[in-house]
């Protein structure tokens, strides 16, 4: 399988899951030992190796499940995916209710290997299988004149405990410049090792844009509107200067609360727990462009 990106990896560091394991705890054991010098080189690949399976399914961020890392493991089973439907209206040619299992029979599923940064500072790599947002937009039309997306999750208090609780203004709400949601990095999950995405990870589909902090990857879409003015955002309501509509990973940006600099691969072992955060979280060369000009703290 061919990848068009240069920070993606190649099959052979996806899969086998067990050998992958193996390799890293090989490099645990070294550090251990103290042999963590002699690690660059190996410790320099093991900045895009994809967490387990297991990590990634199971220290999540799904608020309407609870704010544990692990309620959304232990709740979100309850959550009904299909039948599913996203309604795409607004700014566009066609707009109307579109079935998942209409949109995956039209679009092309493919391997993206990706950084994941949290705001909270902890990051992880994710083997997603999806398809570029782009194309999805690109099917339903958009009219000349839109300039924002926005995104809907599902809201089902019957089957999501956590939204008892007003944490966060429900639904939970997010969006992109259009640009951005046209960027070929862009796109909407359908699956992680190239299985079904889990229910704690946002099935049956949801956003991830890689090189923003990862709230930005809204879960569980219901609903995309294509506007032209700048759409509300969860974060955003709770804390605008604590969260920004564009909040793109930046470690010279921190957090009012924290610095952003660095961050703790989860699962990393020693070797990973002050890893420095690259600036748009590694895709500088295929997105600054989009934001030359902005003054990046100003709008973060
Ligand atoms: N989407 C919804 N609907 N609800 C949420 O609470 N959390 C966000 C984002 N998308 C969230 C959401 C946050 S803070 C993060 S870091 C990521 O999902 C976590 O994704 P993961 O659990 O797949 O790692």
């Known amino acids: 399988m061919a990848y068009r990106w240069e920070s993606d990896l190649t099959d052979d560091d996806v899969t086998p899951l067990s050998s992958f394991i193996n390799r ?61 439907k996203v309604t795409i209206d607004g700014m566009v040619d066609r707009p109307g209710e579109y079935s998942f299992s209409d949109i995956m029979s039209k679009m092309k599923i493919e391997k993206r290997i990706y950084r994941f940064r949290c705001v909270e500072t902890w990051s992880m790599v994710v083997p997603w299988n999806g398809f570029e947002l782009a194309d999805l937009l690109n099917m339903v039309g958009v009219k000349s004149g839109a300039k924002y997306v926005s995104f809907e999750t599902l809201l089902r208090p019957s089957e999501m405990p956590g939204t008892r609780y007003n944490v966060l203004a429900w639904p939970y709400v997010e969006g992109l410049r259009l640009d951005e949601a046209m960027n070929p990095l862009t796109i909407m999950a359908t699956g992680i090792y190239n299985k079904p995405i889990p229910n704690q990870n946002g099935a049956p589909l949801r956003l991830v844009v890689p090189w923003k902090y990862g709230y930005k990857s809204i879960k569980s879409i219901v609903k995309i509107t294509l506007t032209d003015i700048q759409p509300p955002t969860s974060w955003g309501r709770y804390s605008t200067n604590e969260y920004g509509f564009y909040s793109n990973v930046n470690p010279e940006v921190n957090h009012p609360r924290w610095s952003q600099a660095s961050e703790k691969r989860i699962g990393g072992g020693l070797l990973a727990r002050k890893m420095p955060t690259l600036m748009f979280n590694g895709y500088e060369k295929e997105v600054a462009a989009m934001y030359k000009g902005m003054d990046l703290g100003k709008y973060h």
Do not use: C
């Not at 054991?29 to 320099?44: D, E, Y």
């Not at 900045?47 to 399976?53: E, F, H, Q, S, Y």
């Not at 961020?61 to 299909?82: C, I, L, R």
């Open 24 to 84: 890293r705890q090989i490099m645990a054991g070294m550090a251990g030992m103290g042999l963590g010098a002699i690690a660059g080189p190996v410790g320099a690949a093991a900045g895009l190796d994809p967490n387990t399976w297991e990590e990634i399914t199971s220290y999540n961020n799904f608020y309407e499940f609870g704010t544990s890392k692990q309620d959304p493991a232990k709740y979100a089973h309850q959550m009904t995916t299909s039948p599913w």
